[in-house]
Every structure is written in C-alpha cells, then in structure tokens.
C-alpha cells in the first residue's frame, strides 16, 4: 500500500509540474510613426488592431504611449483617448470641427490627456483592472480600437500599445495540482501516525 501511495503521488506531481510548465507569457507591441495619425485638431482617429489570443491567454498588463507629444500653442486643450470595442484596421480619420469627445458615445473614455507644458514629452497611460477587463472583451473577436480626438493640434514622434499576457491554467491542471497535493498530504498524515 505504502509503495502503491509513493509511486501515485510521484505521477501527480510529475504530472503537475509538466502541466504548469506549459503555462507562457507573451509581450506584443503595435507601433504607428507620426505620419500615420498627426492628431490635428480638425479631425478624430480611430486606430483598429488585429491580434487574436489563444483561448487561455490573457492580458495582465497593458499601456498605450505617445512619444513627444505638444500642444502646438502653449494653451489647456484636450485630447481625448478611448478604448473602442472594433474599428477598422490600420488608421482612419474622421472630420471633426467642433469640442468634446468625438468617441464618447461608441467607447469607453481612458483618459483626457491635458498638455500644459511648452516641450515633448512621452506620455504613457497604464491600463487599470477595469480596463483590462474592457481590453481583454474587445479582443475576443481579434479586433480592438483606440479613439483619439484631439481639440487642438498636438504634434506627436508615434503611438503604441504595449501589453503582456498570460495563460490561464486549464481546469485539469488544477484538478491534477490538487490531487497530487492531497496525496502527498494524506502520505504525510499515515506516515506520522506510524
């Protein structure tokens, strides 16, 4: 019996940590140069990304980065970033004369970035947990959006979107962790009443 025990709880663990290796991460990066969205104030972008994820992966982390961004005149304007649930891929733009948020009726506001400096900066927005979530229900059909509607002319070197994944453990996995677990536990315990 006490062989029998050893060598089960030797393939659960085996087994286990087989299983846990398979876990991953992966890092993507979406890049446009300055020339591709120049954020004048006369227009709204929207800014469409394919990327499908595996049926376990998910994003932990995400950021989104202007580079060198400035407000042509030393003034408060806003530029307000969305996170749209589609768009079509690549960057369109859209006519846009009037104030307020272009997008605010088709996504979700993550920022108004207000420039009151008079140099470039990089300016990066860290997704919270909320909008992971969002992020993470966009891709679920391999298209995901970004809104920029700027109310004044902001000359920028590029944007991207940076984000991290991971797999979630299948529930198996964690069947097989737990059984394994138990078994080493109910070992222990006969041994110490031996």
Not at 52 to 70: G, K, M, Q, R, V
Not at 97 to 123: H, M, P, Q, R, V
Not at 179 to 186: H, N, R, V, Y
Request: hydrophobic share 40%; with cysteine.
């Amino acid at each position: 019996m006490k062989r029998s025990l050893i060598i089960l709880c030797a393939v659960l663990a085996i087994i286990s940590f087989n299983a846990a290796n398979d876990a991953y991460a992966v890092s993507y990066t979406f890049s446009l140069n300055p020339n591709m969205m120049d954020l004048n104030h006369d227009f709204a972008y929207k800014w469409g990304i394919s990327q499908s994820l595996e049926p376990d992966e998910i994003i932990t982390e995400a950021s989104l980065t202007i580079y060198d961004i400035n407000n042509w005149k030393v003034e408060q304007n806003v530029l307000y970033i969305n996170l749209l649930e589609n768009a079509p891929l690549g960057v369109k733009k859209y006519n846009d004369k009037g104030y307020g948020n272009y997008f605010a009726k088709t996504g979700l506001l993550l920022d108004e970035y207000i420039d009151t400096g008079s140099t470039a900066e990089n300016y990066i927005y860290p997704f919270d947990k909320s909008e992971l979530v969002a992020l993470n229900n966009a891709l679920q059909d391999g298209i995901v959006g970004f809104g920029l509607d700027p109310d004044c002319h902001y000359n920028t070197s590029g944007v991207s979107l940076q984000f991290q994944t991971a797999s979630v453990p299948e529930p198996g996995t964690l069947v097989l962790l737990g059984a394994g677990l138990t078994g080493l536990a109910f070992f222990r315990r006969y041994n110490l009443k031996k």
